[in-house]
């Protein structure tokens, strides 16, 4: 009994070469006659024009752009009509779900200390509030439109008062001393330290996005 099948002798291996040998000769011998392909290229055209002709049998649309129909046409494929007004309520509700997130900026808590001293400095060259610029006033909450309201009433509004004092911190009998001025910019220096790190929420930000 054989497993693997019955094996061919060589002249049946032969034979069986010379034939493919044949068709393949045969194959380009059709190929390589003028009167095979033209016979060919007329029965390839006559399928084109066949087809042309199928197509042009069917109905054509008869509904343009303009047009109304009063009963609805129906549509051989599936698909989709965009809705702006629910588009932009989507939109509008996925952006207010998105948390905030705020970039970190040391640079500009990192110039507080220098901004400061330069404040610091005009109060003690200055003899009277009018001599300060109205920069430096509004930057150290001389001026009434830097108080907060719910403070006016607790705390009168006495610009001059506060510029004395604030003058007696920082100045000294000796004008070239800033010993103290020095101190209170160090103070002030290790107070903001911890927003090198953790930063501070500018209010106008979150005024933008509400």
Same mark, same amino acid.
């Given at each position: 009994m054989a497993f693997f099948g019955s094996k061919k002798s060589r002249t049946a291996l032969a034979a069986?070469?010379?034939?493919?040998? %044949? !068709?393949?000769?045969? #194959?380009? +011998?059709? $190929?390589?006659?003028?009167?095979t392909l033209s016979r060919l290229s007329v029965c390839l055209l006559t399928i084109l024009i066949l087809m042309v002709a199928v197509e042009s049998w069917k109905a054509p649309f008869r509904y343009r752009l303009g047009m109304f129909s009063e009963h609805?046409?129906?549509?051989?494929?599936?698909?989709?009509?965009?809705?702006?007004?629910?588009?932009?309520?989507?939109?509008?509700?996925?952006?207010?779900?998105?948390?905030?997130?705020?970039?970190?900026?040391?640079?500009?808590?990192? %110039? !507080?200390?220098?901004? #400061?001293? +330069?404040? $610091?400095?005009?109060?003690?060259n200055a003899k009277s509030l009018?001599?300060?610029?109205?920069?430096?006033?509004?930057?150290?909450?001389?001026?009434?439109?830097?108080?907060?309201?719910?403070?006016?009433?607790?705390?009168?509004?006495?610009p001059e008062q506060t510029f004395a004092e604030l003058k007696s911190l920082v100045s000294s009998p000796d004008s070239k001393d800033t010993q103290?001025?020095?101190?209170?910019?160090?103070?002030?220096?290790?107070?903001?330290?911890?927003?090198?790190?953790?930063?501070i929420v500018n209010e106008n930000d979150l005024t933008q996005n509400q």
């Amino acid at each position: 009994m054989a497993f693997f099948g019955s094996k061919k002798s060589r002249t049946a291996l032969a034979a069986s070469l010379r034939d493919s040998s %044949k !068709l393949s000769s045969r #194959l380009r +011998e059709l $190929l390589s006659n003028r009167g095979t392909l033209s016979r060919l290229s007329v029965c390839l055209l006559t399928i084109l024009i066949l087809m042309v002709a199928v197509e042009s049998w069917k109905a054509p649309f008869r509904y343009r752009l303009g047009m109304f129909s009063e009963h609805g046409i129906v549509a051989n494929s599936t698909f989709k009509v965009s809705n702006p007004i629910e588009t932009d309520r989507q939109r509008t509700q996925k952006e207010s779900e998105v948390p905030y997130y705020f970039k970190q900026q040391p640079d500009l808590i990192e %110039k !507080l200390p220098g901004l #400061l001293q +330069e404040d $610091l400095v005009r109060i003690a060259n200055a003899k009277s509030l009018d001599e300060l610029n109205a920069d430096t006033r509004a930057e150290l909450g001389l001026t009434p439109s830097r108080r907060l309201e719910q403070f006016v009433d607790q705390f009168p509004e006495e610009p001059e008062q506060t510029f004395a004092e604030l003058k007696s911190l920082v100045s000294s009998p000796d004008s070239k001393d800033t010993q103290k001025i020095k101190d209170l910019i160090d103070d002030f220096t290790e107070l903001i330290s911890p927003l090198l790190i953790y930063g501070i929420v500018n209010e106008n930000d979150l005024t933008q996005n509400q």
